[in-house]
């Protein structure tokens, strides 16, 4: 299993980055995909998930509205855009997968495998 994201920045507050994982050595359609992110000093937090079996999708709060979480099966992709950002959202963002089912999960503690991050600065 391998999960390697791409994307990731220097954006001004309010600009945009659409950051993509990509999956390979597992059946995307039996896994649900998770984006994490980790600022410095803080915990590592559940951003947005889908499960594939279904489509659903999950976003916490702060990100409600402003990121779109989307899948190409085709791809073995999973794409998190990111509009509005502001500078909160600097952070390392990680995608992670795991076998389940809906609702996605967005707790650390149920994932199995993990990329190794890529990192969104926003920043003026």
């Known amino acids: 299993v391998q999960l390697v994201e791409s994307g990731g920045g220097l954006v001004q507050p309010g600009g945009s980055l659409r950051l993509s994982c990509a999956a390979s050595?597992?059946?995307?359609?039996?896994?649900?995909i998770t984006w994490f992110r980790q600022s410095p000093g803080k915990a590592r937090e559940g951003v947005s998930c889908?499960?594939?079996?279904?489509?659903?999708?999950r976003y916490i709060e702060s990100v409600e509205g402003r990121f779109t979480i989307s899948v190409d099966k085709s791809k073995k992709t999973v794409d998190l855009q990111m509009t509005t950002l502001k500078e909160e959202d600097t952070a390392v963002y990680y995608c992670?997968?795991?076998?389940?089912?809906?609702?996605?999960?967005?707790?650390?503690?149920?994932?199995?495998?993990w990329g190794t991050g890529t990192l969104v600065t926003v920043s003026s």
């Open positions: 050595g597992f059946d995307l359609r039996y896994y649900a």
């Open positions: 889908v499960a594939n079996s279904d489509g659903s999708t």
């Open positions: 992670s997968a795991t076998v389940w089912d809906r609702p996605c999960p967005l707790d650390e503690d149920d994932m199995e495998y």
